[in-house]
């Protein structure tokens, strides 16, 4: 067989532009490349813009608003770990505007439990934790949660907001094998975190109606669910904070327990402020006020007191917690919380276990605090949490007022609408374990200084 050479190749001609065409060729051709190219220059024209410059505009009046009222929030930038003193802008200063109550935020045996946990487990499972992102220690914290709580059992969720969410989205959308629609009626404090509330607004339309009862109105309450009494609704849910984060209240809970009994609702509480706070062991506002174990659903955090990082949790009945791990979308598609992060969360139930002088110190700096405040003539609301409000009213007040300590070497955060209520704006300043008798008077100090108190109104020096 031979083979045979392939034909040389032939050269081809290049044409030359027609006169007057800048592309040449083929007529035929250009016209459909010219077509092309001008569809291409519109195409790129709309990528500069892909939706109606007047979406920007409205955005930058709303900023200008906001800026203009004194709402506009900033953030600053810390140069080192949580701490009773942080690094910020080149200096020291108290920090008294974190939720870091116990002080585990930077605990050396923190540290050393999550470094451990990531030398073991890794940095993360890249995977939810029904595919691949359950590990053994998973599970061990959400037993210890249980036991700790004094309920059947816990699930993890990436934040208390994501349990939330996934909590009232999933038990009230669920139809349960019914083939009619369904309503059910949500019970809800006036002041409850954000993350409840829209965590209603993540329920189908028409499967829920929603009364807002006044702040810790008991009477009112009870007269909402006596009038609704003979209504349809499939399920009642009363909810609220257990520790309501901008007033540092404790929730009515014995009282909210036995109204729920009398009206067959499940009582819902997030106790994200009260974990690791409040209570003999820390059980958290239940344990306080003596009905641990008796909160049909409890949602909390593992960022805060229990060392500050990232976490929450629904804890309850053993039927609700299999139900969420099935149904419940925040859990099933969020990658699992990093083993340094359960590692360190285990090492906090520890030293809450081992050591009750941190909770123990807390409250008496939170007593002290309160008790001088008030004595510089300072307006606060009554209470035994760490978080103490300073009442100012008006937000450009809070803002100005947060800028001229923070000046001074205090950090404590000014807070208004929508975060509190219109005309409510205030300073909240939080109380930690880590906090030495030194710290709490230079803070005290700070706030003598820099305010000078009258009957009538609190002017900036």
């Known amino acids: ?25 083929n007529p035929e051709i250009n016209s459909g490349i010219a077509a092309s190219l001008a569809e291409y220059s519109s195409l790129l024209a709309m990528t500069k813009c892909m939706y109606p410059s007047q979406l920007l505009q409205q955005i930058q009046q709303d900023l200008s608003n ?38 585990l935020a930077n605990h050396p045996e923190i540290i050393a439990a999550a470094k451990a946990a990531a030398d073991k487990y890794g940095y993360g499972l890249s995977s939810v934790r029904f595919i691949c992102g359950t590990q053994t220690m998973h599970r061990e914290l959400e037993k210890r949660l249980a036991q700790f709580l004094g309920v059947d059992d816990a699930i993890l969720y990436s934040s208390c907001f994501m349990a939330n969410l996934g909590f009232f989205a999933t038990i009230t959308n669920e139809s349960f094998g019914a083939s009619v629609e369904h309503v ?7 002041l409850n975190h954000a993350s409840i509330i829209d965590a209603f607004k993540l329920v189908k339309k028409g499967a829920v109606e929603k009364r807002i009862y006044p702040h810790a109105d008991l009477a009112a309450l009870d007269k909402m669910l006596t009038d609704d009494a003979d209504k349809n609704f499939r399920y009642r849910f009363i909810v609220s904070d257990g520790v309501f984060s901008m007033e540092g209240e404790l929730a009515p809970l014995p009282e909210l327990v036995n109204l729920a009994k009398k009206h067959q609702a499940l009582l819902f509480v997030d106790d994200a402020h009260g974990t690791g706070v409040l209570g003999k062991t820390g059980a958290g506002s239940p344990e306080e006020l003596g009905v641990h174990g008796q909160i049909d659903v409890l949602s909390g955090t593992l960022g805060k007191a229990l060392g500050g990082a990232l976490g929450g949790y629904i804890a309850g009945k053993q039927e609700i917690v299999d139900f969420l791990r099935q149904k419940s979308r925040t859990y099933l598609f969020s990658n699992s919380l990093p083993p340094a992060m359960v590692g360190a969360s285990l090492k906090a139930l520890d030293l809450l276990e081992q050591d009750r002088s941190l909770l123990k110190r807390v409250r008496e700096n939170s007593q002290y605090f309160r008790a001088r405040v008030s004595e510089l003539g300072f307006k606060t609301l009554p209470g035994i949490h760490p978080i103490v409000p300073i009442m100012l009213g008006q937000a450009k007040v809070a803002q100005e007022m947060s800028q001229k300590l923070l000046e001074a070497g205090l950090y404590a955060v000014g807070l208004w609408f929508p975060v509190v209520p219109e005309g409510a704006a205030r300073l909240r300043i939080q109380i930690s374990a880590a ?26 020096v």
């Open 1 to 25: 067989m031979s083979l045979r050479a392939n034909p040389p190749l032939r050269r081809m001609k290049r044409s030359q532009p027609e006169a007057g065409h800048p592309l040449g060729g």
């Open 66 to 103: 906001l800026k203009q009222s004194g709402k506009y929030k900033t953030e600053r930038f810390l140069a080192s770990p949580a701490g009773p003193e942080v690094e910020l802008g080149g200096k020291k200063v108290l920090m008294f505007a974190s939720n870091n109550y116990l002080g």
């Open 184 to 190: 059910d009626a949500i019970y809800s404090d006036e």
């Open 435 to 460: 906090h030495t008798r030194e710290h709490l008077d230079a803070a005290l100090a700070i706030l003598a200084d820099t305010c000078r108190v009258s009957i009538k109104r609190m002017v900036l």
